[in-house]
């Protein structure tokens, strides 16, 4: 595995971390994040880093399968 790679992995490693506290904690506290995206307003709830999470999780498999 060549060093971009492996750098690409710990970062989405480290992403994951993050997701799974985010998720965590929004479930804890029954919390539900509104942000504004453009002229759009999204709810953040633990289900969206729950998803994040999932699809970081696919990219490093796909990053760790050898060429």
Known sequence: MDESK????QFLEKEIKTYVALALF?????IKERVHVGDKEIVLSPTYYKERMREAKKLVNELRKPS
Do not use: H, T
């Not at 492996?6 to 992995?9: D, G, L, V």
């Open 6 to 9: 492996r750098q690409a992995i």
């Open 26 to 30: 929004l479930s804890k506290e029954g």
